[in-house]
């Protein structure tokens, strides 16, 4: 099945936009809750599965969305299409700080493998499905688990990252990469985890006891702030049980803040 040809626009910087151009009859699905405007002309429906199954019947596409549910995405993704006879657009926007990657499938040699919560929309036709870890220990100690998303289609595809995007070509060459890292690589990229070093290295490092091993031929796609990594910083210096909170950068806590200013 090929894709619609959708048009579209990133607009913004840390809390960016993606604003997608639709012709009359043109759909695009997205992750439930996704999108942020959309102009008359469009509508939209919650469904079973991305539409790329047509003829899988509701059994297929049951088995389908169950299989999202081991990925613990939501069981429907919601299809706008444009109803109206002139050029409609509707935006989707991403759900925390950081960038959109318009990754275009017709350009790839294969599927897309990403984590789990990175999809945002996709041009009509575009199949969602899961994909698992070949290596027992990848799964375990990889930071995205024994699930991957598998993206494949000949459309747009757009996904979502945190803090700056860092695009690698790999031509036969390795890639150490902290595991939370990781957004999206080519299916033709080997993925495996290695353990770090070095006893200090382990546990004195901050950097974990694992590193992903990315190697081949392909795109990766990284990300400077895992939100898993923000929202652990979040809690950490968020105000505890009593009112009382931990001082950031300053050994003298609640002196500290009183000289900072900070003295609500």
Sequence with gaps: MRCHEVDYEI??????????????????IAEAGAMNYMEEGI????????????DSGLLGKLFKAGKR??????????????????????AFSAPYPGKIIPVDMGKLQGDLLCQKDAFLCA?????????????FGTGLFGGEGFILERLSGDGMVFI???GTVIKKQLNGEKLRVDTGCIVAFDESIDYSIEMVKGLKSMFFGGEGLFLATLQGYGTVYLQSLPFSRLADRI?????VAGGSQKGEGSILGGLGRLLDGDND
């Design 11 to 28: 607009l913004g910087d840390d809390m960016q936009i993606v604003e997608v151009e639709l012709d009359p009859n043109e759909t695009v």
């Design 43 to 54: 509508t939209f429906e919650a469904k079973l599965g991305d539409g790329s199954d047509a």
């Design 69 to 90: 549910m081991l990925a613990q995405e939501s069981l429907f993704l919601t299809h706008f299409t444009n109803r109206d006879s002139k050029k409609r657009k509707v």
């Design 123 to 135: 041009a009509y036709g575009t199949s969602i499905d899961i994909a698992f870890t070949k290596r």
């Design 160 to 162: 979502h990252a945190g």
């Design 235 to 239: 809690i950490e210096n968020a105000p």
